[in-house]
């Protein structure tokens, strides 16, 4: 409190020391294997253990995500935890309402043939069985009425950050993002600067989980990384 009370005094820039800095004490490329090994593991999986997660587990989950860059540090993210039973059950089938007018109505044909390889379809037990589902929400503006700035990069920078970090903690996810996700606002009570950006499925897999083969595969390296494209080098 006394941090943000401060920022939002500050007319003129100051700057400090840079301070402490992650060392992992072996070259970068070495230590980004390392975190690949980890990130490689990770898979978006529609079966959940109710096993339990401690709240503090998701408290330092959502502490990583928020060390997100954002523009002009206006951190316009706003991460609901939902564990509750009942609110669980009212977001399934909202959820599900949107999912079967998707699949029935909404999607195009190329859509629902791009879908097919994954075997998804309206059923979203997960949302019942997973012990969290944390609802990354986009605020359009500060609590007071400020401005924000790049705050669906800023979002999608600390989502992406929040699913690292649950990788780390030896959790699954699903990114989940049932369209239109208004119904998630007004069954969570959050005010009209809060838009709902994802829905994400927080917990153990289940013993039996399986995933569709078609999400493990990823693109070649030299399909998404270019050096110096411009240069005859």
């Not at 009942?86 to 309402?97: L, V």
């Not at 909404?106 to 012990?131: C, H, I, N, Q």
């Amino acid at each position: 409190m006394v941090l943000a009370v401060l920022f939002s005094a500050m007319t003129e820039p100051t700057f400090v020391p840079l301070g402490e800095r992650y060392d992992p004490g072996i070259p970068p490329q070495q230590a980004a294997d390392q975190f690949h090994e980890i990130l490689r593991l990770r898979r978006s999986i529609r079966a959940f253990s109710d096993r339990p997660v401690s709240r503090e587990a998701v408290e330092a989950i959502v502490r990583c995500a928020t060390s997100a860059p954002s523009g002009a540090n206006k951190q316009p993210w706003r991460f609901v935890a939902v564990s509750d039973a009942q609110t669980k059950s009212a977001i399934r089938a909202a959820a599900e309402k949107e999912e079967r007018e998707l699949y029935a109505h909404r999607a195009s044909e190329e859509w629902l043939r791009d879908l097919a390889p994954l075997g998804t379809d309206d059923v979203k037990e997960y949302l019942d069985v997973a012990p969290w589902l944390i609802v990354v929400f986009r605020m359009t503006a500060t609590d007071d009425g400020g401005k924000v700035y790049y705050s669906d990069e800023s979002v999608g920078l600390a989502t992406g950050m929040f699913l690292a970090a649950a990788q780390m903690a030896g959790l699954a996810t699903l990114t989940h993002t049932p369209s239109p996700m208004k119904f998630l606002a007004e069954l969570l009570g959050r005010p009209k600067h809060e838009r709902p950006y994802m829905l994400i499925p927080l917990g153990y897999p289940a013993e039996d989980c399986t995933v569709p083969l078609h999400a493990l595969a990823r693109k070649p390296l030299n399909e998404v990384l270019l050096f110096d494209p411009t240069t005859n080098s």
